[in-house]
């Protein structure tokens, strides 16, 4: 098969043997990490279409480039889908990530210099909503809310005091840490008062809200909705945004996206993203619906065998994530590695009363039940991973003996849910001969 000429084909073939191997390792693994999630089998196809290796810059029917007439009856629809499942006005499928939407936001409504107010990077926030983030690219300064750990959300009269003090041109809402609503209810009457352009990142919920198991952001003073299309929304990797606004604003939003922060926006992943959507909108509401049962079963249990959960006092959560303080099992870090050795993936994370400091080695570990969800988790199996969780952390069994049990569990799980057709999960596709 080596031809002389092919003189790193070693190297590729190397890489290509890590990615196998890197399948099987999730294969093997129970995947809890909050922002990720895997595709539906039709999905998946979409990104191995022609359709990776072509341009279509601006907007359908307007493009600068020929070969894109095919390509504009795919985004006209993708862009349909989206208005269907999120009830309106306006979506743009461009954004090639959640960041990537936030940016083209962020150039729509702000000049630099200007301050913004944003939830704190302890309080849950984002990166790309901080200053060494794409707030601070766009040379931008940030007031964060304040926040209240016993309700693991932001404080509303903290954040209405705020507001009218610094009447910021665009409200920053939602996080990476998301296990409650954000209180835009309470807040509406100030934010309208002020006439702050109200911006709601749900790269995290957005598969909760196409769900209707979330919140309503465009129906409680949003008028924007930036996301991840590849968290609780189970797609390719890719952004969107949405709006219920004026035409004018909405304008602003698509100039922010081309030519404002992108050129071409990635076409196999657009297409992937509208298949997505139309699963969404017939298993999203079942899916979304199982992921926050699943997730508030396990920090029940979890709290019941001895872990401190936050967000007790509101049912530990109302969406895909827990956020548990290990402080007193080791740090986050320590627990972290020591489930990965045992096939459970999950990461540290922050907690509100965490230094920024700390990130390298938080209290806390973040979890989220949306992938689990997705093969098809229910309750019993979650009681039955929150002991195998208790029994390498508390009890502090062998690791190699729990690495085994872990793998066996996880083989119980050969199927994709919540899609169109059938199709086993971690699967390596080949096409090199
Ligand atoms: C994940 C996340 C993003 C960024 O998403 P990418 O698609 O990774 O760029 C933005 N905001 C929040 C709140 C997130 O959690």
């Given at each position: 098969?080596?031809?002389?000429?092919?003189?790193?084909?070693?190297?590729?073939?190397?890489i290509r043997?890590?990615?196998m191997?890197?399948?099987?390792?999730?294969?093997?693994?129970?995947?809890l990490?909050?922002?990720?999630?895997?595709?539906?089998?039709?999905?998946?196809?979409?990104?191995?279409?022609?359709?990776?290796?072509?341009?279509?810059?601006g907007?359908?029917?307007?493009?600068?480039?020929?070969?894109?007439?095919i390509?504009?009856?795919?985004?006209?629809?993708?862009?349909?889908?989206?208005?269907?499942?999120?009830?309106?006005?306006y979506?743009?499928?461009?954004?090639?990530?959640?960041?990537?939407?936030?940016m083209?936001v962020?150039?729509?409504?702000?000049?630099?210099?200007?301050?913004i107010t944003?939830?704190?990077?302890?309080?849950?926030?984002?990166?790309?909503?901080a200053?060494?983030?794409?707030?601070g690219f766009?040379?931008?300064?940030?007031?964060?809310?304040p926040?209240d750990?016993?309700?693991?959300?932001?404080?509303?009269?903290?954040?209405?005091?705020?507001?009218k003090?610094?009447?910021?041109?665009?409200?920053?809402?939602?996080?990476?840490v998301?296990l409650?609503?954000?209180?835009l209810?309470?807040?509406?009457?100030?934010?309208e008062?002020?006439?702050?352009?109200?911006?709601?990142?749900?790269?995290?919920?957005?598969?909760l809200?196409?769900?209707?198991?979330?919140q309503?952001?465009?129906?409680?003073?949003?008028q924007?909705?930036?996301?991840s299309?590849?968290?609780?929304?189970?797609?390719?990797?890719?952004?969107?945004?949405?709006?219920?606004?004026?035409?004018?604003?909405?304008?602003?939003?698509q100039?922010?996206?081309?030519?404002?922060?992108?050129?071409?926006?990635?076409?196999?992943?657009?297409?992937?993203?509208?298949?997505?959507?139309?699963?969404h909108?017939?298993?999203?509401?079942?899916?979304?619906?199982q992921?926050i049962?699943n997730?508030?079963?396990?920090?029940?249990?979890?709290?019941?065998?001895?872990?401190?959960?936050?967000?007790?006092k509101?049912?530990?959560?109302?969406?895909h994530?827990?956020?548990?303080?290990?402080s007193?099992?080791?740090?986050?870090?320590?627990?972290?590695?020591?489930?990965?050795?045992?096939?459970?993936?999950?990461n540290?994370n922050?907690?509100p009363?965490?230094?920024?400091?700390?990130?390298?080695?938080?209290?806390?570990?973040?979890?989220g039940?949306?992938?689990?969800?997705?093969?098809?988790?229910?309750?019993a199996?979650?009681?039955?991973?929150?002991?195998?969780?208790?029994?390498?952390?508390i009890?502090k069994?062998?690791?190699?003996?729990?690495?085994?049990?872990?793998?066996?569990f996880?083989?119980?799980?050969?199927?994709?849910?919540y899609?169109?057709g059938?199709?086993?999960?971690?699967?390596?596709?080949?096409?090199?001969k």
């Open positions: 098969m080596l031809n002389k000429s092919d003189e790193f084909l070693e190297d590729a073939l190397f043997e890590l990615a191997k890197h399948n099987k390792f999730f294969e093997e693994s129970i995947p990490i909050a922002s990720e999630n895997i595709m539906s089998p039709m999905a998946m196809e979409m990104l191995l279409t022609d359709l990776g290796f072509r341009y279509a810059e907007l359908p029917h307007k493009r600068y480039y020929q070969g894109n007439q390509v504009d009856i795919i985004e006209d629809k993708v862009t349909d889908l989206g208005r269907a499942l999120f009830n309106a006005k979506v743009d499928p461009r954004p090639l990530s959640g960041t990537n939407s936030n083209a962020l150039y729509a409504f702000t000049k630099p210099g200007d301050t944003t939830p704190a990077l302890s309080g849950g926030g984002h990166i790309s909503s200053p060494f983030g794409a707030v766009r040379g931008l300064k940030t007031l964060n809310y926040f750990v016993d309700e693991m959300n932001i404080n509303v009269d903290g954040t209405i005091k705020l507001l003090q610094a009447k910021p041109k665009l409200a920053w809402f939602g996080q990476s998301f409650f609503p954000t209180p209810k309470e807040l509406r009457d100030t934010l008062e002020i006439g702050s352009t109200v911006v709601y990142d749900a790269a995290h919920v957005l598969g809200i196409g769900g209707k198991q979330f309503d952001p465009l129906r409680e003073g949003a924007i909705i930036t996301g299309t590849h968290k609780t929304l189970p797609g390719p990797q890719h952004g969107i945004i949405i709006g219920e606004t004026t035409e004018e604003k909405w304008k602003k939003v100039r922010g996206v081309f030519p404002g922060t992108l050129s071409n926006h990635h076409l196999n992943a657009m297409a992937a993203l509208g298949v997505t959507l139309a699963e909108l017939d298993y999203g509401e079942a899916y979304a619906k992921i049962k997730a508030q079963t396990l920090g029940s249990e979890l709290s019941k065998l001895g872990f401190n959960v936050l967000g007790e509101n049912g530990f959560t109302k969406s994530t827990l956020a548990i303080d290990v007193k099992n080791g740090g986050g870090k320590e627990v972290a590695e020591k489930l990965e050795s045992c096939n459970i993936i999950l540290k922050l907690l009363y965490d230094d920024n400091k700390k990130s390298m080695n938080p209290s806390g570990i973040r979890i039940t949306q992938e689990v969800t997705r093969i098809g988790f229910k309750e199996d979650i009681k039955e991973l929150a002991e195998l969780i208790s029994d390498i952390i009890k069994k062998d690791p190699e003996v729990m690495a085994e049990k872990v793998r066996d996880k083989s119980t799980f050969n199927e994709v849910q899609c169109f059938k199709f086993k999960p971690y699967q390596y596709i080949e096409l090199f």
